[in-house]
């Protein structure tokens, strides 16, 4: 009998999904460990079913990308690498738009449209880990942003490091000598758990310089649009002791507040300081030139495009891969 897939695994001491990482090419794997199947791929003479692969995996050459907001800069940037990368590798991406709507959301991820793609890629705003675990469909899916707990999802899971990044932004604004600084862009109510983690890390840089948290600073939003940003400036202005810096979770709320500041005329970054977060083109073309962390976008594109490509047929548990992000400080901080 050929080998197959789980022999090799086995043989080489690794998981299924492992080995199919290997045979398909996936660059994250450690040297050493692939080293190891290939030998094991070697001994056992294991030949992959490529024809049987081909029919199960229906091969359209379309790949879905499902986002809450295309008209959202971050998402429509996103969005635009994402075509760019996958017309290199011979895919169509079709966009779907949820506008954050839980029962869209789940449609799409328990298979609306999937009989028509080769893989989906998926940034929710409200889907729970159990939605993700209730999965049936077995279209190749890939999870985009930042996740609780996402070894336990058992889906591919591509994010940037949130809490380094929000920490970095955060010690950034604390080395120029800001003291009230404030996180402006918190969502209580939204399972996806990126505005969780960029409060985490902006806690971690307050608590590393021994400044303590201040609730007050801590600004919750509905969406995080420029009009919240907004609002959620002129309540901080409004305060006793309004800040003297604030990190903004998206730029779009970045861009918000700092319009709040001009109309209080408050200045930038003489009286305070903003940090965002995204990187989008209106940042780099305000003024003052909007300090913020930037995403690796392109890289992000990449590396789902590769999960969806190297899944294997027997998964077994989900890969959570992080992406490169950097801080950039431009003219608000």
Same mark, same amino acid.
């Given at each position: 009998?050929?080998?197959?897939?789980?022999?090799?695994?086995?043989?080489?001491?690794?998981?299924?999904?492992?080995?199919?990482?290997?045979?398909?090419?996936?660059?994250?794997?450690?040297?050493?460990?692939?080293?190891?199947?290939?030998?094991?791929?070697?001994?056992?003479?294991?030949?992959?079913?490529?024809?049987?692969?081909?029919?199960?995996?229906?091969?359209?050459?379309?790949?879905?990308?499902v986002v809450p907001e295309i008209d959202s800069p971050y998402f429509a940037e996103l969005a635009a690498r994402t075509v760019r990368v996958a017309q290199r590798r011979g895919l169509t991406v079709l966009?779907?738009?949820?506008?954050?709507? %839980?029962? $869209?959301?789940?449609?799409?991820?328990? =298979?609306? &449209?999937?009989? @028509?793609?080769?893989?989906? /890629?998926?940034? +929710?705003?409200?889907?729970?880990?159990?939605?993700?675990?209730?999965?049936?469909?077995?279209?190749?899916?890939?999870?985009?942003?930042?996740?609780?707990?996402?070894?336990?999802?058992?889906?591919?899971?591509?994010?940037?490091?949130?809490?380094?990044?929000?920490?970095?932004?955060?010690?950034?604004?604390?080395?120029?000598?800001?003291?009230?600084?404030?996180?402006?862009?918190?969502?209580?109510?939204?399972?996806?758990?990126?505005?969780?983690?960029?409060?985490?890390?902006?806690?971690?840089?307050?608590?590393?310089?021994?400044?303590?948290?201040?609730?007050?600073?801590?600004? %919750?939003? $509905?969406?995080?649009?420029?009009?919240? =940003?907004? &609002?959620?400036? @002129?309540?901080?202005?409004? /305060?006793?002791? +309004?800040?003297?810096?604030?990190?903004?979770?998206?730029?779009?709320?970045?861009?918000?507040?700092?319009?709040?500041?001009?109309?209080?005329?408050?200045?930038?970054?003489?009286?305070?300081?903003?940090?965002?977060?995204?990187?989008?083109?209106?940042?780099?073309?305000?003024?003052?030139?909007?300090?913020?962390?930037?995403?690796?976008?392109?890289?992000?594109?990449?590396?789902?495009?590769?999960?969806?490509?190297?899944?294997?047929?027997?998964?077994?548990?989900?890969?959570?891969?992080?992406?490169?992000?950097?801080?950039l400080v431009r003219a608000t901080s």
């Amino acid at each position: 009998m050929p080998a197959r897939l789980r022999d090799v695994a086995e043989h080489a001491g690794v998981s299924v999904r492992t080995v199919s990482n290997v045979v398909n090419g996936f660059r994250y794997v450690a040297p050493e460990t692939r080293a190891r199947v290939q030998a094991s791929i070697d001994e056992l003479g294991y030949r992959p079913n490529l024809a049987a692969r081909t029919l199960r995996r229906s091969r359209t050459g379309l790949v879905s990308l499902v986002v809450p907001e295309i008209d959202s800069p971050y998402f429509a940037e996103l969005a635009a690498r994402t075509v760019r990368v996958a017309q290199r590798r011979g895919l169509t991406v079709l966009i779907d738009q949820t506008d954050g709507d %839980p029962e $869209r959301e789940r449609l799409l991820l328990h =298979g609306k &449209r999937s009989q @028509l793609v080769d893989g989906v /890629l998926f940034s +929710p705003w409200t889907v729970a880990p159990a939605d993700v675990a209730a999965r049936t469909d077995t279209v190749p899916l890939v999870l985009l942003g930042e996740h609780d707990s996402p070894d336990q999802l058992r889906v591919d899971h591509v994010a940037i490091d949130n809490v380094a990044a929000a920490r970095a932004a955060t010690a950034h604004l604390l080395a120029t000598g800001r003291r009230r600084i404030a996180a402006l862009g918190v969502q209580p109510s939204i399972f996806n758990a990126t505005a969780r983690q960029r409060l985490l890390g902006y806690h971690q840089a307050l608590s590393s310089a021994g400044v303590p948290v201040a609730p007050e600073l801590e600004r %919750p939003v $509905r969406t995080l649009h420029r009009a919240d =940003g907004h &609002r959620a400036m @002129l309540e901080l202005l409004d /305060l006793p002791e +309004p800040p003297d810096a604030v990190f903004c979770f998206t730029d779009e709320l970045a861009l918000g507040a700092m319009r709040a500041a001009a109309d209080r005329d408050v200045r930038v970054p003489d009286a305070v300081s903003v940090v965002g977060f995204d990187d989008i083109e209106d940042g780099r073309y305000s003024v003052p030139a909007l300090s913020t962390v930037s995403p690796d976008k392109d890289g992000i594109a990449e590396l789902a495009l590769d999960c969806l490509a190297t899944q294997p047929d027997d998964p077994h548990t989900g890969r959570s891969i992080v992406a490169p992000h950097r801080l950039l400080v431009r003219a608000t901080s």
